[in-house]
């Protein structure tokens, strides 16, 4: 099979992926193409008319037949431009439908990507799957693809009236069809070819530009932007290239298709007036053929301009495709009911030789780990960057699935255990903080159906928010703004706590690493922490001694494996790799 044969049925498969977004909206598309027959045969009524009005009415002098053929031509016209009306409107109507269904469907299967996805996918070329791909596909996919249909029919029928009229120079017409058809394939594929280089192009840039957007007060504060806009430049310079060259081919196909025109049509006047002066043919059906060869280039025409819109949308659901691809969060089993009663609540947690890598090609950044943590038991992990302590969290949140070894969640296996089920018993505390331009409210609860008022009133004095809370004006109806720059990074920290507690949930994992917090926010934080580890079950990336300190075990990560493990006291007394990095992190502060 050729590569073009390939690219063919890759077409098909996506414009078939389209058309179940179509079929809910079947009554709309009926209406659009029960039109179909009447703008049909208008358009070959219309010539037809002409030719008769001419022949039998304008060259005998028949008057009164005239003002009713001319009624009748007028009639044919209007009923016409009503049918491709009806048409147009139903099946515009039948695309914006079909995409706005196909929007959401795309955005829903986003949210139900696994965290991994994101990790390895810079969130801007998410964001241009979801916005400027899909403003392409909805801008063509009607004018484009579904008008392909009428325009089919019509010029058939034109054909078929054309072969009616006089064969010899419809013949003449066919001759040239090959040519047109030969040069719009090969100007599809380079269309094709720089069509997807500019939207690939084009979600480089996106992607760079959101990312520098979110850091813009980062590129301010270093006195970065003259790098970072000649980046930009460049990316956009690759865009406007790729794009540039797709209108090249855009306007020359449609040249191209014009010309072919011209060239017909001078040749079918030529031979007609020939057989017009023999006396083979009318200068009616002469009038009539000419009126009519106009008509079918018109859609010759404007298959030209169809073929960039298809080429726009095939590149776009292409893009599109790719997303859908992504595997999303697999559907969690049916867990039978003597499992379900065993995870009512958190009893214990066990890694049994656990080790883990982000790829086969990767190396191993996990080692064989294993622990043991039961309900009430505090656990710090501690080592330099690179060690390992994030990565134990991703993978028991199961953020990551391809771990090899055991981890055991009161005795059963971590795979067999419902995502819902994990996250009501376990909650992770991120050291990045994100905020929506929600209430406060809305930023401690996210609407999740088990976190009341009462529980929302208690995570924040659990926490010591209920400080700075109380001091602003609406209180938890304050809005946030700007994701968080009407709060400290503090404030912003306790309420990410309080989001964590609010689930009440047991077992708290806790990255507790702060930046750029004021001394009172500070001590704040700090007692929200003193009070997670006297009351729940906590593993914590531990940086303040205090935590350290109060834990019942500490595991010293290097190089993905344990180095040591004890209390803070049994790993002094060893004056190992731990006082090692207790000595850095007492000269660091």
Same mark, same amino acid.
């Given at each position: 099979?050729?590569?073009?044969?390939?690219?063919?049925?890759?077409?098909?498969?996506?414009?078939?992926?389209?058309?179940?977004?179509?079929?809910?909206?079947?009554?709309?598309?009926?209406?659009?193409?029960?039109?179909?027959?009447?703008?049909?045969?208008?358009?070959?009524?219309?010539? =037809? !008319?002409?030719?008769? &009005?001419?022949?039998? +009415?304008?060259?005998? /002098?028949?008057?009164?037949?005239?003002?009713?053929? #001319?009624? =009748? !031509?007028?009639?044919? &016209?209007?009923?016409? +431009?009503?049918?491709? /009306?009806?048409?147009?409107?139903?099946?515009?109507? #039948?695309?914006? !439908?079909?995409?706005?269904?196909?929007?959401?469907?795309?955005?829903?299967?986003?949210?139900?990507?696994p965290r991994r996805y994101f990790d390895k996918t810079p969130i801007g070329l998410t964001l241009s799957r979801l916005t400027s791909d899909m403003e392409a596909l909805g801008e063509s996919i009607t004018i484009g693809v579904l008008s392909l249909l009428t325009d089919l029919i019509k010029t058939i029928s034109l054909f078929v009236f054309l072969f009616y009229l006089n064969w010899k120079l419809t013949l003449l017409i066919i001759i040239v069809l090959p040519a047109t058809y030969l040069i719009a394939s090969y100007l599809r594929k380079k269309l094709r070819f720089y069509y997807n280089a500019a939207r690939a192009a084009l979600a480089e840039a996106t992607a760079f530009l959101q990312e520098c957007l979110n850091g813009i007060k980062?590129?301010?504060?270093?006195?970065?932007?003259?790098?970072?806009?000649?980046?930009?430049?460049?990316?956009?310079?690759?865009?406007?290239?790729?794009?540039?060259?797709?209108?090249?081919?855009?306007?020359?196909?449609?040249?191209?298709?014009?010309?072919?025109?011209?060239?017909?049509?001078?040749?079918?006047?030529?031979?007609?007036?020939?057989?017009?002066?023999?006396?083979?043919?009318?200068?009616?059906?002469?009038?009539?053929?000419?009126?009519?060869?106009?008509?079918?280039?018109?859609?010759?025409?404007?298959?030209?301009?169809?073929?960039?819109?298809?080429?726009?949308?095939?590149?776009?659901?292409?893009?599109?495709?790719q997303l859908f691809s992504e595997k999303p969060e697999e559907n969690d089993k049916p867990v039978p009911d003597t499992l379900k009663k065993k995870l009512i609540e958190f009893e214990s947690l066990e890694f049994e030789n656990v080790s883990f890598r982000y790829s086969e090609k990767d190396p191993p950044v996990l080692r064989n780990i294993s622990f043991q943590l039961k309900k009430g038991e505090k656990m710090a992990l501690v080592g330099a960057t690179g060690a390992g302590k994030t990565t134990i969290l991703k993978v028991l949140t199961k953020t990551y699935l391809n771990y090899e070894g055991s981890i055991r969640l009161n005795g059963i296996e971590l795979v067999e255990i419902p995502k819902k089920t994990l996250i009501e018993m376990i909650t992770m505390m991120q050291q990045d903080v994100f905020l929506f331009n929600e209430s406060l409210a809305f930023n401690i609860s996210l609407k999740r159906e088990k976190v009341s008022e009462e529980n929302i009133k208690q995570a924040i004095e659990y926490v010591y928010a209920d400080r700075f809370i109380e001091q602003l004006p609406?209180?938890?109806?304050?809005?946030?703004?700007?994701?968080?720059?009407?709060?400290?990074?503090?404030?912003?920290?306790?309420?990410?706590?309080?989001?964590?507690?609010?689930?009440?949930?047991?077992?708290?994992?806790?990255?507790?690493?702060?930046?750029?917090?004021?001394?009172?926010?500070?001590?704040?934080?700090?007692?929200a922490i003193e009070n997670i580890f006297a009351t729940k079950t906590a593993i914590a990336i531990a940086h303040r001694l205090s935590t350290i300190q109060k834990s019942d075990e500490i595991l010293v990560m290097k190089d993905g494996k344990i180095e040591e493990r004890g209390s803070h006291d049994t790993l002094i007394a060893l004056n190992g790799y731990y006082v090692q990095l207790l000595n850095k992190m007492h000269a660091e502060h």
């Open positions: 099979m050729t590569m073009t044969n390939k690219n063919q049925i890759k077409d098909w498969k996506l414009l078939l992926q389209f058309s179940q977004y179509v079929k809910p909206h079947k009554s709309w598309l009926f209406f659009s193409f029960s039109a179909i027959p009447i703008t049909t045969a208008s358009t070959v009524l219309i010539p =037809l !008319l002409i030719v008769r &009005i001419i022949d039998d +009415y304008i060259i005998p /002098g028949d008057l009164i037949g005239l003002r009713n053929m #001319v009624s =009748l !031509l007028s009639g044919a &016209i209007l009923a016409g +431009y009503a049918a491709d /009306g009806i048409y147009s409107y139903c099946l515009q109507r #039948v695309g914006q !439908l079909a995409i706005a269904q196909m929007r959401l469907s795309l955005y829903s299967h986003t949210l139900s990507l980062t590129v301010q504060l270093y006195g970065a932007e003259k790098k970072v806009l000649q980046q930009f430049k460049e990316k956009n310079r690759r865009f406007r290239k790729s794009q540039t060259r797709s209108n090249a081919y855009d306007a020359a196909l449609f040249s191209v298709i014009e010309g072919l025109t011209s060239v017909t049509l001078v040749i079918i006047i030529w031979n007609g007036s020939g057989q017009i002066l023999a006396k083979s043919i009318t200068i009616g059906v002469m009038i009539g053929f000419v009126n009519t060869l106009s008509k079918i280039f018109i859609p010759i025409r404007e298959f030209a301009q169809q073929l960039a819109m298809i080429q726009r949308a095939l590149s776009a659901l292409e893009h599109i495709h609406e209180k938890l109806d304050y809005q946030i703004v700007d994701h968080g720059s009407n709060l400290s990074a503090g404030q912003g920290q306790l309420i990410s706590f309080a989001r964590a507690l609010a689930g009440n949930s047991e077992l708290i994992l806790l990255d507790e690493a702060t930046s750029s917090v004021d001394s009172i926010t500070e001590s704040y934080i700090q007692k």
